[in-house]
């Protein structure tokens, strides 16, 4: 099931979008920014629902923060606010947000819009042959990685020779960054359902995976009793300790940010 982040702190709207969504996704909520930077660093999401107005900031700067973190900068962003003036919306699209919806707003409308920009997000997956997470290429249609490093320019990427097996598991733990995926879920998408293989093959084979990802190794991330993920352990994880943002009488471009 898809989870959504709600940054909002209304437990009255609260309310609203999760009747809304009804079953379809799981929800987690946020009233605050800081708790909303807690959890996009603890799990990942495919989508945000994003309020403006909270109470230890705006929800422009996290917006704005969230574009520069490649483990979420393809996470849609819907902002879903009173703040409806044409200002704030020219703002909101400024610092990255993929739609606009206003307070009051109705529910079958914002659970079509949330599906949709789901499914807009999976086609463009499916689409892209090549995925670039963090220091790391990985070309689906030749089967073959790229690890770059700080100093190397775009074409200077190393490549990696993987076994078949090898760049499945790679495929299959960078589907969803930050997810654990456990041993059997492992053995029964990379090896197949009907093949008996023990489950400390998967050790074997991540063990084997991570020598060749060179110093990208910790890429690959063991979770005690549970298994394995992919997570930018070397990225530096978001924080909002900067003021809120000023809407003024006509938009400009957000002060740059950092992570």
Known sequence: MQSILLVEDSPEAQVLVKRALGQSYNLTWAKTLAEATKAVEDQSFDLILLDVMLPDGDGYRLCSILQTNDSLKNTPIIFLTARNSVTDKVLGFKVGADDFISKPFDALELKARVDARLRKKEQ????????????????????????????????????????????????????????????????????????????????????????????????????????????????????????????????????????
């Open 124 to 259: 463009q997956l499916q689409a892209s042959d090549v995925i670039r997470l963090g220091h790391l290429e990985i070309n689906k249609s030749t089967q073959r990685v790229k690890v770059f490093h700080e100093d190397h320019s775009e074409g200077e990427g190393i490549d990696i020779d993987l076994t078949p097996i090898e760049f499945k598991m790679l495929l299959l733990l960078t589907k969803e960054v930050n997810k654990v995926y456990s041993r059997d879920e492992i053995l029964d998408t990379v090896w197949g359902e009907n093949i008996h293989v023990y489950n400390r093959s998967v050790d074997t084979h991540i063990s084997k995976l991570r020598k060749k990802l060179g110093n990208r190794a910790d890429y690959i991330e063991s979770v005690h009793g549970s298994g394995y993920r992919f997570s930018f352990k070397s990225q530096p994880k978001a924080q909002v300790t900067e003021p809120p943002v000023q809407v003024l009488a006509h938009p400009q471009e957000p002060p740059p940010m950092s992570l």
